[in-house]
């Protein structure tokens, strides 16, 4: 979905300053020195959506998700996200020293041409140099497929699973909004392309079969393509509450519609809760985590009642998932209160990606805070740097390097209030910085270094 600019906005080259860490520091409450030492942590970003480096003449990058925003209805945006985010001019001055204070048409039609510039200089490696920018080590991509300029050590794969729960006719389940429209057939269309992958050309008649034959083979082979995690969006699609049927109830409905007809939405409901669980356990088994969208965006006809993060708490106290570890993405945000307790859980992490798009530093230092109180370890960094396509004025690279100073700044201030009220030590706050930031998250994907 693209980022409207409402109008041309100007901004004062002091308004610009303002957005920069060295301002910031002498006008806010965040520690100076603990701000330095955060600006040199090398992150591992547990969330993004980075594209393939721009060919000139190439085809679009399709791959980058496999529910884009851009295929459902138009729907507002919050302003940090927006094209005419002041902190987009910031972004394009520091990474390709864009020199106006404005988005005219004519000078974003330079914008263009300076990251074309980029783009031709750096070649595949323009992703990884976009990566030095914003100060990030390793992203987890959260893609389709891998390609061109995103491979290891410094792009890590996280692969799309929603489709695995749909192995029937979705058209009832579609026909629910006008944002399932669009998106339902996307998930029967990646589907055929995970059987293509696996030489099938058809569906096993049973749902043992489905599982042994299309559920695992699909997770392994992710696995063997460098998977570390895999996720699912299914929050676009319908509520996070996933039951737990017996294996007959769920096997009595897809041998029922297997060949044909149309599950009612609670045959369909059924089969897809038992997919859900058996997924998340094969996953764990493989060592792969799984993320899940919870926060209260995208689309106009979204439920967010269903995406809030208690919804999935009796899928994290099943004891047979106990070997899976589960992630939160986004925080959950606005119902932070409810991430806070699922990460008591042995099992279960939280991201605040996207977070540091939405709110202010000052906002997401509160939330960092009350979960780095009691559960600094469960805490990982992310961006959800993303944008439908290349030519759109606000990149991935752009909204990754918005986040990285948005999200330290929020961290450094979170934890200048805890030394400041004698909570912890300096040395602490420092340990805590390098959880979040990057070592967390190594140890969690055993990436990197700690």
Same mark, same amino acid.
């Given at each position: 979905?693209?980022?409207?600019?409402?109008?041309? %906005?100007?901004?004062?080259?002091?308004?610009?300053?303002?957005?920069?860490?060295?301002?910031?520091? =002498?006008?806010?409450?965040?520690?100076?020195?603990?701000?330095?030492?955060?600006?040199? %942590?090398?992150?591992?970003? /547990?969330?993004?959506?980075?594209? $393939?480096? !721009?060919?000139?003449?190439?085809?679009?990058?399709?791959?980058?998700?496999?529910? !884009?925003?851009?295929?459902?209805?138009?729907?507002?945006?919050?302003?940090?996200?927006?094209?005419? /985010?002041?902190? /987009?001019?910031?972004?394009?001055?520091?990474?390709?020293?864009?020199?106006?204070?404005?988005?005219?048409?004519?000078? @974003?039609?330079? $914008?263009?041409?300076?990251? =074309?510039?980029?783009?031709?200089?750096?070649?595949?490696?323009?992703?990884?140099?976009?990566?030095?920018?914003?100060?990030?080590?390793?992203?987890?991509?959260?893609?389709?497929?891998?390609?061109?300029?995103?491979?290891?050590?410094?792009?890590? *794969?996280?692969?799309?699973?929603?489709?695995?729960?749909?192995?029937?006719?979705?058209?009832?389940?579609?026909?629910?909004?006008?944002?399932?429209?669009?998106?339902?057939?996307?998930?029967?269309?990646?589907?055929?392309?995970?059987?293509?992958?696996?030489?099938?050309?058809?569906?096993?008649?049973?749902?043992?079969?489905? @599982?042994?034959?299309?559920?695992?083979?699909?997770?392994?082979?992710?696995?063997?393509?460098?998977?570390?995690?895999?996720?699912?969006?299914?929050?676009?699609?319908?509520?996070?509450?996933?039951?737990?049927?017996?294996?007959?109830?769920?096997?009595?409905?897809?041998?029922?519609?297997?060949?044909?007809?149309?599950?009612?939405?609670?045959?369909?409901?059924?089969?897809?809760?038992?997919?859900?669980?058996?997924?998340?356990?094969?996953?764990?088994? $493989?060592? $792969?985590? @799984?993320?899940?969208?919870?926060?209260?965006?995208?689309?106009?006809?979204?439920?967010?009642?269903?995406?809030?993060?208690?919804?999935?708490?009796?899928?994290?106290?099943?004891?047979?998932?106990?070997?899976?570890?589960? @992630?939160?993405?986004?925080?959950?945000?606005?119902?932070?209160?409810?991430?806070?307790?699922?990460?008591?859980?042995? /099992?279960?992490?939280?991201?605040?990606?996207?977070?540091?798009?939405?709110?202010? !530093?000052?906002?997401?230092?509160?939330?960092?805070?009350?979960?780095?109180?009691?559960?600094?370890?469960?805490?990982?960094?992310?961006?959800?740097?993303?944008?439908?396509?290349?030519?759109? !004025?606000?990149? *991935?690279?752009?909204?990754?390097?918005?986040?990285?100073?948005?999200?330290?700044?929020?961290?450094?201030?979170?934890?200048?209030?805890?030394?400041?009220?004698?909570? %912890?030590?300096?040395?602490?706050?420092?340990? %805590?910085?390098?959880?979040?930031?990057?070592?967390?998250?190594?140890?969690?994907?055993?990436?990197?270094?700690?």
């Amino acid at each position: 979905m693209a980022r409207p600019f409402a109008l041309p %906005i100007t901004i004062t080259a002091i308004a610009i300053t303002a957005i920069a860490p060295s301002a910031l520091q =002498a006008q806010s409450p965040a520690d100076s020195g603990l701000m330095s030492y955060i600006a040199g %942590i090398k992150a591992i970003d /547990n969330h993004a959506h980075p594209l $393939l480096p !721009p060919v000139p003449g190439g085809a679009p990058d399709t791959d980058y998700d496999a529910l !884009p925003l851009g295929a459902i209805p138009a729907f507002p945006l919050p302003t940090g996200l927006r094209g005419d /985010n002041p902190a /987009n001019i910031a972004a394009w001055r520091a990474l390709y020293g864009y020199q106006y204070t404005d988005t005219s048409a004519a000078h @974003v039609k330079t $914008l263009m041409d300076l990251k =074309a510039g980029v783009a031709h200089e750096r070649g595949d490696r323009a992703a990884e140099w976009a990566l030095d920018q914003m100060g990030t080590d390793v992203m987890l991509a959260n893609r389709v497929s891998m390609g061109r300029g995103l491979g290891p050590p410094r792009f890590r *794969w996280v692969a799309f699973v929603d489709a695995l729960l749909l192995p029937l006719n979705t058209a009832r389940e579609a026909a629910a909004t006008p944002d399932t429209r669009p998106l339902y057939p996307r998930e029967e269309r990646l589907l055929r392309r995970y059987l293509t992958a696996l030489s099938q050309s058809s569906l096993p008649p049973t749902l043992g079969g489905y @599982v042994s034959g299309v559920v695992t083979p699909t997770l392994e082979r992710m696995k063997h393509e460098g998977a570390v995690a895999v996720k699912f969006e299914a929050a676009y699609l319908r509520p996070l509450d996933f039951g737990n049927p017996p294996e007959p109830a769920a096997a009595a409905v897809y041998a029922r519609y297997v060949h044909g007809g149309l599950p009612t939405h609670a045959e369909y409901r059924t089969l897809q809760d038992y997919l859900f669980r058996t997924v998340a356990r094969e996953a764990g088994r $493989l060592g $792969l985590a @799984v993320h899940i969208h919870c926060m209260y965006l995208a689309g106009g006809f979204y439920r967010v009642s269903g995406s809030r993060p208690l919804q999935l708490e009796d899928v994290f106290n099943d004891s047979t998932l106990r070997h899976t570890t589960f @992630v939160l993405l986004h925080g959950g945000w606005p119902f932070v209160g409810e991430t806070l307790a699922m990460i008591g859980k042995p /099992n279960v992490y939280a991201d605040f990606s996207l977070m540091t798009g939405v709110l202010s !530093p000052h906002t997401l230092s509160g939330v960092l805070r009350e979960w780095l109180e009691e559960y600094p370890e469960k805490v990982l960094y992310g961006s959800d740097a993303f944008a439908d396509h290349n030519d759109d !004025p606000v990149g *991935w690279a752009d909204e990754g390097w918005v986040s990285a100073q948005n999200g330290r700044r929020a961290l450094a201030i979170a934890l200048t209030g805890m030394m400041r009220d004698g909570d %912890i030590t300096r040395e602490r706050a420092e340990e %805590i910085a390098r959880m979040v930031l990057r070592t967390n998250a190594a140890t969690l994907y055993g990436i990197g270094t700690p």
